[in-house]
């Protein structure tokens, strides 16, 4: 008796189950999550906050918010950031003061921890959206955040 | 006579054999040296540390907010967890008083947190049984709970969300929505996991009465975390020593008795129910205030040894740091719940057979990087 009993419990939770992937069988394209991922470059946005590289901003006039305070450096833990500064003169008051040369950013070494974006005092740096970093060369990868010629906002120090 | 001669003649030989280190039923890179007799489990021998990354001795380099991003490489799939165990440990040290917001928000995240890993099991459990349906059921319902961290916390698995004194940022203005509409997808989705899978005969078959811890083993080999309870051992941190705000929710401890897989099984799903049901209790009132507390940026422990332990969807999980006062600890020990979960491993698959074993190990819920380090 337990032999058909048996027979009968299995066919009917193998039933119970075989509904429940039915009727996603019939309305498969409800709910669907998939994203189709190379196929919707176009219209694929990722959220504000997504971390998928450190870059810095510049305005229409090639200029940053980099102040070369080194903050981010001491806070990254892996030695992602390294900034390259010397003494410039500063034309407005005409003492010497600390400017970048290079805000060099390793991404092969980065975890995406955000320290370094929390820790800038004037926003120099930020997250950027793009996450599609796959390169032959690895040394690709190293980049100069600051563009060539670039300048310091005026008034972020103060 | 005859048969003994004959048994004798044809005396089985015990031998090895190697499950892992590349296994799909590991889980990662854990290597088990079986000792097999036919079929029968002899011996598990865990071979550990393909992935050990020494990351205890890195917290020796870093500073007490670099350490926080190392957490999340150990237990990735309670990765906001850890980042608090560390934060707590630190802020307490400190004595900080934290604001409510952000108790309250750490606690609704740490809940999705534990849901998102028992989904990710859920789904990993069937395919160790033989189901591959699960895997997608599992997984969809985990992606909401990705998008709801992508958009809060910026990445999906390895936030570091937390930071010492609060939070990184404050919480996305559609948070709120979000959460709740999940625990609304997710209240209609979680029968279908037990009509799919749980009711199923062959599954039962799989699992009842496979792979038993008896309470007093569960104790001795310091198992934490579902396994434990299971087991019918009181061991929830959240009920037994509330951090942030679990002293002002309800919640029931899932406790069985049967301590075989099976009941693994069912802790896990009445944990994502009561997880569920911490998320509703929090969700519609999170307190107003700042998110976060400033602390000095270059953060210094008083001389002297701190503990804090959290629950993970593991166990328990206990971060122990030594100060002497430097911006630096001293030492770091990290009690992950993986590795004393591993350790009863040998004990409760001997006399099983190869896929008993799958299946007991699939209820562990075993993940490598946290038991290497």
């Not at chain 1, 189709?36 to 946005?45: A, I």
């Not at chain 1, 092969?108 to 996450?131: E, R, Y």
Request: net charge neutral; aromatic share 8%.
């Amino acid at each position: 008796m337990s032999y058909f009993s048996e027979i009968y419990k299995g066919i009917k939770t193998l039933l119970t189950g075989m509904s429940v992937t039915g009727k996603y069988f019939v309305t498969s394209r409800k709910g669907a999550i998939t994203q189709q991922y190379p196929d919707n470059r176009d219209t694929l946005k990722m959220f504000d906050r997504f971390r998928g590289e450190v870059i810095m901003p510049h305005n229409e006039e090639n200029e940053h918010r980099c102040t070369g305070c080194q903050k981010c450096e001491i806070a990254c833990p892996n030695g992602t950031i390294e900034i390259i500064w010397d003494r410039g003169i500063d034309e407005a008051t005409g003492k010497k003061k600390k400017k970048i040369d290079q805000f060099i950013y390793h991404l092969s070494m980065c975890t995406m921890c955000g320290l370094c974006i929390d820790v800038c005092p004037h926003d120099a740096i930020k997250w950027g959206q793009n996450f599609e970093n796959s390169v032959y060369d690895r040394s690709t990868l190293t980049r100069v955040l600051n563009k060539p010629g670039s300048t310091l906002m005026q008034g972020v120090e103060d | 006579m005859e048969t003994e001669i004959l048994y004798n003649n044809f005396k089985s030989e015990e031998y090895f054999i190697n499950m892992g280190p590349q296994h799909p039923a590991t889980h990662g890179v854990l290597r088990l040296v079986l000792t097999i007799d036919g079929e029968i489990i002899k011996k598990v021998e865990p071979d550990l540390g393909y992935i050990h990354r020494s990351i205890e001795k890195m917290c020796e380099r870093d500073s007490y907010q670099q350490i926080v991003h190392l957490t999340d490489r150990m237990d990735y799939l309670s990765a906001n967890i850890n980042n608090e165990a560390v934060c707590l440990a630190v802020e307490n040290a400190l004595q900080l008083e934290i604001p409510e917001r952000v108790k309250v928000i750490r606690t609704i995240i740490a809940e999705l947190t534990r849901i998102s890993s028992h989904c990710l099991w859920w789904g990993v459990m069937g395919m160790d049984v033989g189901a591959l349906t699960t895997y997608f059921y599992g997984f969809r319902d985990r992606e909401m709970i990705n998008d709801i961290m992508e958009e809060t916390c910026g990445a999906r698995l390895t936030m570091n969300y937390n930071v010492p004194g609060g939070l990184m940022l404050d919480i996305h203005p559609n948070f709120v929505k979000r959460v709740k509409e999940f625990v609304t997808h997710f209240k209609s989705k979680l029968p279908e996991y037990d009509r799919l899978l749980t009711g199923n005969v062959i599954f039962q078959k799989r699992t009842k009465g496979v792979g038993v811890l008896s309470r007093e083993d569960a104790i001795s080999f310091g198992a934490s975390g579902p396994v434990g309870r299971a087991s019918g051992y009181s061991c929830d941190v959240r009920k037994h020593h509330p951090y942030s705000a679990y002293d002002r929710v309800t919640f029931t401890e899932a406790l069985h008795t049967e301590g075989d897989t099976y009941a693994r099984y069912l802790v896990r799903i009445q944990e994502m129910w009561e997880s569920l049901s911490i998320v509703e209790q929090l969700i519609d009132n999170i307190p107003e205030g700042e998110h976060r507390v400033s602390t000095n940026a270059v953060i210094k422990l008083p001389k002297g040894e701190y503990y804090q332990k959290v629950e993970t969807a593991r166990g328990e999980l206990g971060v122990y740091i030594i100060s002497t006062g430097t911006k630096n600890p001293y030492r770091l020990k990290f009690r992950s719940p993986g590795f004393s979960n591993l350790s009863l491993l040998n004990h409760i698959a001997v006399g099983g057979k190869i896929g008993d074993l799958v299946a007991t190990m699939a209820t562990l819920d075993l993940v490598i990087p946290d038991i290497d380090r």
